[in-house]
């Protein structure tokens, strides 16, 4: 019999959950064996705080400016070293400063890819030019939309501190996923 897609269905109590039909016991046990199982994660208020005026007014006290771009080239040099990397993700990228000094640092010639839930950042970021980024999507850590061991150097800075305690395994659980080689 056909199976009812996947919907998100907003729980009582604010949490976001996936109902799904017909989800077999023997696939989670841990689970009850009903028709609809719901499957919940946790909220991420400080998440909703960033996608609003809160977020887009540190966009404002944080332009881009060479001195800065500078201080990154040299940190990312300390950091990466020789390692010779093919791609690159960053999480939570802001307006790009991070991934315009290692556009720098690899002379363009490394593939950028960026993960920014705050739309006002998101869009100043796909607008960038000089990023030339491979890809960048508008959602969260929690999320990333790329496939397992697809990224040679995923990254954060600045974003895990602002990351409520009951998302961080999560977070944290998908830069592991998708980097190949480094974290």
Same mark, same amino acid.
């Given at each position: 019999p056909a199976k009812e897609p996947l919907q998100d269905v907003p729980a009582p109590d604010g949490r976001k959950t996936i109902v799904?039909?017909? !989800?077999? &016991?023997?696939?989670?046990? @841990? !689970?009850? /064996? &009903?028709p609809k199982t719901i499957l919940s994660e946790p909220p991420n208020e400080a998440l909703e705080e960033w996608k609003t005026e809160f977020g887009n007014a540190y966009i404002e006290r944080n332009e881009i /400016?060479? $001195?800065?771009?500078?201080n990154c080239v040299k940190t990312f040099e300390r950091i990466i =070293? *020789?390692? &010779? !990397?093919?791609?690159?993700l960053e999480v939570g990228c802001n307006i790009g400063m991070n991934l315009l000094a290692l556009n720098r640092l690899f002379n363009e010639k490394c593939n950028l890819y960026a993960v920014e839930p705050n739309k006002t950042a998101f869009d100043r970021v796909k607008a960038n /030019?000089?990023?030339?980024?491979?890809?960048? $999507?508008?959602? *969260? =850590? /929690?999320?990333?939309? !790329? =496939?397992?061991? @697809?990224? *040679?150097l995923v990254f954060t800075r600045g974003v895990l501190i602002h990351v409520p305690p009951q998302n961080l395994e999560q977070v944290t659980n998908e830069i592991v996923r998708v980097s190949q080689k480094y974290v």
């Open positions: 799904c039909q017909e !989800l077999p &016991s023997d696939i989670i046990p @841990t !689970l009850p /064996a &009903s /400016a060479d $001195w800065k771009i500078d =070293g *020789d390692r &010779s !990397l093919q791609s690159v /030019a000089d990023l030339q980024l491979t890809d960048v $999507w508008n959602c *969260d =850590g /929690a999320k990333i939309p !790329l =496939g397992d061991n @697809t990224i *040679d």
